[in-house]
Each structure stands twice: as structure tokens, then as C-alpha cells.
């Protein structure tokens, strides 16, 4: 699929190199595939002790992320949506979604 401009593996790397400042700020994440379709897509649901976030990314580039508190408060859920390029676009969707959940300042 190298005629696509994102790679799902990317996903998985980037928030393997996460882990550790995750787990020190009490986050807890999994990254799931889909199901191998014309357009696939990848996952990550991050937790923190206050917020939850997901962000859904396609071999064509877009992204999906959404996020907000933890209930009661979580009726407040925003979304935004982005178009990747590469692996730069990817790190700041999540430099960004760390940023809406609290994880760094």
C-alpha cells in the first residue's frame, strides 16, 4: 500500500515511543486495526485519570479525534478532524491530542 500517504504502522510506533511518559502520567492506551477494507484504519484510545481521547487515522491520511472529561462531566466531547501527509502530521495529531487531555502543558 505504499501509494497511500500514511502508514498504520506509524500509529503503532509513535505511541510505542509514548509509553513510558504515558504510564508515568497515569494514561493508559491500546491501538486497534480495522478490518481490512478499500480504506484501512487504525485506532488509539488514551485514557488519562481525568479525560479519554481517540484518534482514528486512515492509510489516505485523514483523522478523526475526539475528546473529554471523564464522566459526569463528559457530555462536553469535541472533535476535529485532520488531513495527514506523513509521519510529522501523524506526531502532532498526537502531541495535540496529549496536549487536549492534559498529558503536557
Do not use: F, N
Not at 494514561?27 to 481521547?53: E, F, N, Y
Not at 479525534?65 to 498526537?94: F, I, K, N, S
Amino acid at each position: 500500500m505504499d501509494h497511500w500517504p500514511l502508514s498504520l504502522d506509524w500509529l503503532e510506533r509513535e505511541t510505542a515511543a509514548r509509553d513510558q511518559s504515558w504510564r508515568a502520567s497515569q494514561a493508559i492506551w491500546k491501538v486497534t486495526r480495522g478490518r481490512i477494507t478499500d480504506k484501512p484504519s487504525a485506532w488509539l484510545d488514551l485514557d488519562t485519570p481525568t479525560a479519554s481521547g481517540q484518534l482514528i487515522v486512515w492509510v489516505s491520511g485523514e483523522a478523526e479525534m475526539v475528546w473529554g472529561p471523564l464522566p459526569p462531566a463528559g457530555q462536553d466531547v469535541q472533535q476535529e478532524h485532520y488531513e495527514l501527509t506523513g509521519p510529522e502530521g501523524l506526531r502532532w495529531c498526537l502531541d495535540d491530542l496529549e496536549t487536549r487531555l492534559g498529558l503536557r502543558p
